[in-house]
């Protein structure tokens, strides 16, 4: 079992930046793969990015790719999203999503077993 905890969240302008952050507790945080993804008001939740166990592959969704970096420190038990030229339509809560039973999660929420309690991004125009 692993606990995330999400953090680094909040009001940023368009164009602006932010790195949010997932924290895990329990269990070695290496044997899992990670992801982000977020979902705004109204609508489903939508893959971001994902990231493999040893941090050597890394996947984005086409709507962030080029924008949003994702990435992790083991030794920290840590994975983070940078994200950079944001955008109001990035707005959304993020959560973090892990999952032992694969290299790599890839891209949908049902890969992966344990999810955090999200943070609010919000970018305003």
């Known amino acids: 079992q692993v606990q995330l905890v999400e953090s680094g969240g909040g009001l940023v302008q368009a164009g602006g930046s932010l790195r949010i952050s997932c924290t895990a507790s329990?269990?070695?945080?290496?044997?899992?793969?990670m992801s982000w993804f977020r979902q705004a008001p109204g609508k489903e939740r939508e893959f971001v990015a994902a990231?493999?166990?040893?941090?050597?592959?890394?996947n984005y969704a086409d709507s962030v790719k080029g924008r949003f970096t994702i990435s992790r420190a083991n030794a920290k038990n840590t994975v983070y999203l940078q994200m950079n030229s944001l955008k109001p339509e990035d707005t959304a809560v993020y959560y973090c999503?892990?999952?032992?039973?694969?290299?790599?999660?890839?891209?949908?929420?049902?890969?992966?077993?344990?999810w955090g309690q999200g943070t609010q991004v919000t970018v305003s125009s």
């Open positions: 329990g269990r070695t945080f290496g044997s899992y793969a």
């Open positions: 999503a892990a999952t032992e039973r694969a290299y790599y999660g890839g891209s949908y929420p049902r890969s992966y077993d344990y």
């Open positions: 990231i493999s166990k040893s941090g050597g592959s890394t």
